[in-house]
């Protein structure tokens, strides 16, 4: 970043960052507080995650800038992401940066605000719901349960050089659930891996494929036969693997089986907001 681009709007104070999480997906995911900030901003800088439902609730006035990365081809590097929000903000905007579930878990959120910071540009968090959080409760799969799993791991399944480089003894641990991010390029070896560290090859395993969207898939089996189950990593969605006794639970529910309506209880539309509650009156 060029001490030009960064240099501040002569004529108007510095503006400010809002780091915003903007769930998984479903628009009605969003809090309450990200939907309030949508509409104060003056511009909104978001990645491939954001779902489109959740960019339509931002007014037409604003102005939107597209970051996303896509696997392997980064549309705006991070060093370039980093500067844009420095840039804005210099020149008086109050920009929010829109991320994908919550901004710091596996979203960056942290190397961001450190730039933020370094640049001495106020700025606020609000969290959003994480894709682990909300793909277990849009598959009915309670991530903890008092006499199945009593430990909770956010795991990434990103490769380094094609290599997965995790704790495999920590994570083929018994009595807990791991949810792993970016996992389905390296499904086949992560089960592989968590049975040869000592996870049973019958250990139930799931993988949900664009989690909290109408058209949400979710893929279940064991370590031993997911990879075979799970879609083509190339033409699959956003998608979070689930490991752990809890996912069978899940299934007994009979909810993916639609034999309880996964959508009886929905809420009403975002725009309903604004709408005064019952018993309000004026
Ligand atoms: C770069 S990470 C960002 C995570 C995000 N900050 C969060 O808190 O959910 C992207 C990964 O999150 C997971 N993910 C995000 N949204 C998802 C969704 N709707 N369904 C399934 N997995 C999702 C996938 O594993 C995807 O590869």
Request: glycine letters at 12%; proline letters at 8%; hydrophobic letters at 45%.
């Amino acid at each position: 970043m060029t001490d030009e681009i960064i240099r501040s709007a002569p004529d108007r104070p510095i503006g400010e960052v809002w780091l915003v999480g903007a769930g998984p997906g479903a628009a009605d995911l969003l809090t309450v507080r990200a939907w309030r900030l949508l509409r104060r901003a003056e511009v909104v800088v978001y990645d491939r995650l954001v779902g489109p439902d959740i960019l339509d609730l931002v007014p037409p006035h604003i102005e939107r800038i597209f970051v996303g990365k896509m696997r392997a081809r980064h549309v705006c590097p991070q060093a370039g992401i980093n500067g844009l929000l420095i840039e804005l903000a210099r020149a008086g905007k109050r920009v929010l940066r829109l991320k994908g579930g919550d901004p710091f878990v596996f979203g960056r959120g942290g190397e961001e605000l450190e730039a933020l910071a370094a640049a001495g540009i106020p700025f606020q968090v609000v969290p959003g719901v994480t894709a682990a959080i909300g793909c277990a409760a849009a598959a009915a799969i309670p991530l903890t349960h008092r006499a199945l799993a009593q430990t909770l791991i956010f795991t990434t399944g990103h490769t380094v050089d094609g290599e997965l480089d995790l704790n495999w003894r920590l994570l083929a641990e018994p009595g807990q659930t791991l949810a792993v991010y970016m996992g389905i390029k390296a499904l086949a070896s992560l089960c592989r891996r968590l049975i040869e560290h000592g996870r049973p090859a019958t250990t139930p395993a799931a993988l949900i494929e664009n989690g909290t969207y109408e058209h949400q898939r979710v893929v279940t089996g064991t370590l031993a036969t997911l990879p075979a189950l799970a879609p083509d990593p190339r033409l699959a969605g956003p998608s979070l693997i689930l490991v752990g006794e809890v996912v069978a639970l899940g299934q007994s529910f009979g909810w993916l089986a639609g034999a309880l309506a996964p959508r009886a209880a929905s809420t009403p539309p975002v725009g309903e907001l604004d709408a005064p509650g019952p018993g309000a009156s004026g």
